[in-house]
DNA sequence: CGCTGAATGTGACATAGGTCACCCGATGCG
DNA sequence: CGCATCGGGTGACCTATGTCACATTCAGCG
């Protein structure tokens, strides 16, 4: 499926866009291909787009200042991508995104989603019930964290995403995960 | 200052409306009262409402099937509050909200809300806003639970919300913080 | 081929935090 | 008044998980 309908069909999930609406809705968005591994928004830097993930897996994650890395999430195709801080707020990101296997996603800025949110009223819908779904799973994640030890939540992980360990080396697992590589590594061999 | 004035410039803070819209706006919101400890979501709940806080405090939360009880979120006034997940699936809550102090607070329906945002653009402009803003706050707290130890979120807790220590039980703040009663009092009296 | 550097497994040990048991003091209520 | 209840503090001990060190495998590449 070509990037177009793939994003159009996303759409027509929460909208329905007339022919000539969703042209002109996809007309602000630039096409982008990157390589497993490249980055599309290090820290510190300034953000201004975020992406919609055609082919290929992206994650969101955060160093801190002892370099421990901690995934807020995996993208894959249909997902959505950026540091919202950042891109809401004006400041440097905090998160970063780079690329876990050879990437092509599509672009928008921020100045064109506001603009398109203006203009379309079905647009703005879109982007409120996009929102919607990511803050209920951050929720849900925020309770698993919180409430569940590592084991469980790395059972709830293979069962949400078996497909991402086939490609996503286990430090990166663990650090979605929130444990450390070795803890990971004891739990899926049944310690 | 009262209900109606409150919310006002609570969504002036966002996006203008006339003042005619914004009384068709208020003009959807019920207002209540509770007592403290009264349960205005219980686990099991279907849920239609969500509420903007006026006055006093409530906590929106998960019990466990241990009876564990883990908390999402402390509304103060201009703070909206439900089970979002609930809300908006349909299904039954399993996020509880009660109060923490006698409580005021506005009533709106899921139902009115969608029909808000479809007849006024800017209303949808707000709520796609207002949850931006709590997807950005969920993931940084996140990031917190993953990667800092419990001291170190005790005193962001501390920084965000002195008010909250003169009023919220501590085993109510512990289970903010995703720890024990015992272990948040080692904390605080530097152990 | 053999080298290098990821990604991964695993043992030994350290530690944060949980659990349990018990205490105290304040508050409310029959 | 006397008792129960609740919030809170603290010691002893337990456990999950982190940390560090080292071994192994495998892919890419000169």
């Known amino acids: 499926m070509d990037a177009k309908e793939l994003l159009k069909q996303h759409l027509a999930k929460t909208v329905s866009l007339s022919d000539d609406e969703f042209d002109y ?50 993208a894959m195709p249909t997902w959505w991508a950026s540091d919202y801080n950042a891109l809401y707020s004006g400041q440097r990101a905090t998160v970063s995104v780079d ?8 672009c928008l800025t921020s100045a064109d989603r506001e603009k398109l949110c203006r203009e379309i ?23 698993s964290l919180m409430s569940t030890d590592a084991k469980h939540r790395y059972e709830e992980l293979l069962r949400q995403y078996p497909q991402l ?27």
């Open 165 to 191: 360990y086939n490609f996503v080396p286990k430090n990166q697992i663990a650090a979605y995960l929130g444990v450390s590589r070795e803890t990971l590594s004891r739990l899926y061999h049944a310690r």
């Open 25 to 74: 809705f996809f007309s602000h968005f630039q096409p982008h291909a990157y390589k497993k591994g490249q980055v599309i928004i290090g820290a510190g830097d300034k953000v201004d787009c975020e992406y919609f993930v055609l082919e290929g897996c992206v994650k969101t994650f955060h160093l801190t200042d002892d370099l421990k890395m901690f995934i807020l999430q995996f």
């Open 121 to 143: 009223h079905a647009v703005e819908h879109f982007f409120r019930w996009r929102t919607n779904k990511g803050f209920v799973a951050a929720h849900k994640r925020l309770l």
């Open 99 to 106: 690329c876990i296997t050879d990437v092509e996603l599509l």
